[in-house]
């Protein structure tokens, strides 16, 4: 049977993909970054026809196009659509590959009829991709190259076994070299690629190597490309079907214990971490009951994550008895092997992570916070507060001056002048000021709107009283007033 060969073409994948999500009725491209300046990643055809094109500056659309809208470019958004697109390629044939980072290729062999032919089936998958907004080039060939050849500078399907005739009048560019060895080609005369093979290849070998030669057998289909098609994902899950019902808490503990030994050797096996875990108990009466366990953070080790299900193994019902225990990482994360540089350290952490697993089963681990600095000199604005299990704890907080522990809303107190007064009264107590320091003078971020800073900028003091508060108070001298906002420890 002739191999035959489908090379899929996306040239607009990104900008097709953003505008899959977010439609626009204006010339529209997305932009990335390089060498610290803003260019054209990827565009739609308005803004082509408008004269803009991938790798101009922004500054440089604008000018010529004011209207464009632009979105960031996400290339780890692009990669996952486009093995979505692999797996529906799926529908054709079982051999389906990657091209590169915008295009597919399938191996299509012995699978044509189903769709009425190779010209029903180019039909059919153009359709269905113009169908979901894809801009799509597709060639069909005998051979790897030759159906990427065609599909990126001819477009068709070429007859079997006559490559040449469907290839030779592409320029050499489509041979997937080197775009230094197409200018020094092209400088020798040989445009074509029924140019190119036309000449001897002796020469050609010892002034370009043998990697122009290899390009042209396999496009010519003498020398084998395979195609690799895509590995499907592991499958985290095992499953333990027992030959006599239990109902013992003992023995559905212990057959979870058998569970996660297995899961966890396979998670080890690939470098990840569960972070969601979902047990489900099937008893002989054919209802089932489910344990999900949320981790504060991924695990493959069993000793450690089997102690946590015993909270939700408390609470089921065995009825008539439990004959099947199954066991799947519904959400798992990379866990890649880390030096172990203390094992205090390490059980500290697998104790931290456990105790916020453990409260979080009752009050959901979204429920347990912790505090991040954020990088503002804004008192009220210089920490974020995040779930502790989906956040690391800062190594440090970049202080360059002490900071209160405890921080409050501005109250007012009675007193003049610039420097603190010498006693005031606050929250129904009256102080005397012992020491102070200061001032920290800060200034508002005029970027953002925050009501509590309008009034300008305010003049920071430490101050320590002789009845032992230590207290954190501003001034602001725009509208003269004193305020306490913070305490010390």
């Given at each position: 049977?002739?191999?035959?060969v489908?090379?899929l073409?996306?040239?607009?994948?990104?900008?097709?993909?953003a505008?899959?999500?977010?439609?626009?009725?204006?010339?529209?491209?997305?932009?990335?970054?390089?060498?610290?300046?803003?260019?054209?990643?990827c565009?739609?055809?308005?803004?082509?026809?408008a004269?803009?094109?991938?790798?101009?500056?922004?500054?440089d659309?604008?000018?010529?196009?004011?209207?464009?809208i632009t979105?960031?470019?996400?290339?780890?958004?692009?990669?996952?659509f486009?093995?979505a697109l692999?797996?529906?390629a799926?529908?054709y044939?079982?051999?389906?590959g990657?091209e590169?980072?915008?295009?597919?290729?399938?191996d299509?062999?012995?699978?044509?009829?189903?769709?009425g032919?190779?010209?029903?089936?180019?039909?059919?998958m153009?359709?269905?991709?113009?169908?979901?907004?894809?801009?799509t080039?597709?060639?069909?060939?005998?051979?790897?190259?030759?159906a990427?050849?065609?599909?990126?500078?001819?477009?068709?399907?070429?007859?079997p076994?006559?490559?040449?005739?469907?290839?030779g009048?592409?320029?050499?560019?489509?041979l997937?070299?080197?775009?230094?060895l197409v200018?020094?080609?092209?400088?020798?005369?040989?445009?074509?690629?029924?140019?190119?093979?036309?000449?001897?290849?002796?020469?050609?070998a010892?002034?370009?190597?043998n990697?122009?030669?290899?390009?042209?057998?396999?496009?010519?289909?003498?020398?084998?490309e395979?195609?690799?098609?895509?590995?499907?994902p592991?499958?985290?899950?095992?499953r333990?079907t027992?030959?006599?019902?239990?109902?013992l808490?003992?023995?559905?503990?212990?057959?979870?214990?058998?569970l996660?030994a297995?899961?966890?050797s396979?998670?080890?096996?690939?470098d990840?971490?569960?972070?969601?875990l979902l047990?489900?108990l099937?008893?002989?009466?054919?209802?089932?009951?489910?344990?999900?366990?949320?981790?504060?953070r991924?695990?493959?080790?069993?000793?450690?994550?089997?102690?946590?299900f015993?909270?939700?193994?408390?609470?089921i019902?065995?009825?008539?008895g439990?004959?099947?225990?199954?066991?799947?990482a519904?959400?798992?994360?990379?866990l890649?092997?880390?030096?172990?540089?203390?094992?205090?350290?390490?059980?500290?952490?697998?104790?931290?992570a456990?105790l916020?697993?453990?409260?979080?089963t009752r009050?959901?681990?979204?429920n347990?916070?912790r505090?991040?600095?954020?990088?503002s000199?804004i008192?009220e604005?210089?920490?974020?507060?995040?779930a502790?299990a989906?956040?690391d704890?800062?190594?440090?907080w970049?202080?360059?001056?002490?900071?209160p522990?405890?921080?409050?809303?501005?109250e007012?107190?009675?007193?003049?002048?610039?420097t603190?007064?010498?006693?005031?009264?606050?929250r129904?107590m009256?102080?005397r000021?012992?020491?102070?320091?200061?001032?920290?003078?800060l200034?508002?971020?005029?970027?953002?709107?925050?009501?509590s800073?309008?009034?300008?900028?305010?003049d920071?003091w430490?101050?320590?009283?002789?009845?032992g508060?230590?207290?954190?108070?501003f001034?602001?001298?725009?509208h003269?007033?004193?305020?306490?906002?913070?305490?010390?420890?």
């Amino acid at each position: 049977m002739q191999r035959r060969v489908v090379s899929l073409w996306f040239p607009r994948l990104a900008s097709d993909r953003a505008l899959r999500l977010r439609p626009v009725e204006a010339a529209f491209a997305l932009t990335a970054k390089q060498s610290n300046t803003d260019r054209l990643h990827c565009l739609d055809a308005r803004a082509e026809r408008a004269g803009l094109a991938r790798g101009m500056t922004l500054s440089d659309a604008r000018a010529l196009q004011p209207d464009l809208i632009t979105r960031p470019a996400d290339a780890p958004g692009d990669a996952r659509f486009l093995r979505a697109l692999a797996r529906w390629a799926g529908r054709y044939c079982p051999w389906v590959g990657l091209e590169g980072a915008d295009g597919l290729v399938l191996d299509v062999t012995g699978s044509t009829h189903l769709f009425g032919g190779e010209t029903g089936l180019i039909a059919d998958m153009r359709m269905r991709l113009s169908r979901a907004g894809m801009e799509t080039r597709i060639g069909l060939a005998d051979s790897r190259g030759a159906a990427w050849a065609l599909a990126h500078f001819g477009e068709g399907i070429a007859a079997p076994g006559q490559p040449l005739q469907a290839l030779g009048d592409l320029p050499v560019a489509a041979l997937r070299i080197d775009p230094k060895l197409v200018i020094g080609l092209e400088r020798l005369g040989l445009r074509s690629i029924a140019d190119l093979h036309a000449t001897p290849r002796a020469p050609l070998a010892r002034r370009f190597g043998n990697g122009v030669l290899l390009r042209l057998d396999q496009a010519l289909g003498a020398q084998p490309e395979p195609v690799t098609p895509l590995a499907d994902p592991p499958h985290y899950g095992v499953r333990l079907t027992l030959p006599d019902p239990i109902g013992l808490l003992e023995d559905v503990q212990a057959g979870a214990a058998r569970l996660l030994a297995q899961l966890c050797s396979k998670l080890r096996h690939h470098d990840q971490g569960a972070r969601v875990l979902l047990l489900t108990l099937r008893r002989v009466d054919q209802a089932s009951q489910q344990v999900e366990l949320r981790l504060a953070r991924p695990m493959n080790d069993p000793q450690a994550i089997l102690p946590l299900f015993d909270r939700g193994l408390a609470g089921i019902e065995a009825g008539f008895g439990i004959d099947q225990l199954r066991l799947a990482a519904i959400q798992v994360e990379d866990l890649p092997p880390a030096q172990i540089q203390s094992a205090v350290r390490q059980d500290e952490n697998d104790g931290l992570a456990a105790l916020i697993t453990r409260i979080g089963t009752r009050i959901g681990l979204e429920n347990v916070q912790r505090f991040l600095p954020a990088d503002s000199h804004i008192p009220e604005r210089s920490f974020i507060i995040a779930a502790a299990a989906f956040s690391d704890p800062a190594p440090s907080w970049p202080l360059l001056r002490p900071r209160p522990l405890r921080l409050f809303p501005p109250e007012p107190v009675a007193g003049t002048g610039r420097t603190p007064p010498a006693r005031f009264r606050w929250r129904r107590m009256t102080l005397r000021v012992e020491r102070q320091a200061g001032p920290e003078r800060l200034t508002p971020e005029w970027w953002l709107e925050d009501e509590s800073w309008r009034s300008g900028l305010r003049d920071y003091w430490r101050v320590e009283t002789a009845q032992g508060r230590r207290l954190w108070m501003f001034h602001t001298p725009q509208h003269p007033g004193w305020y306490v906002q913070g305490e010390f420890a």
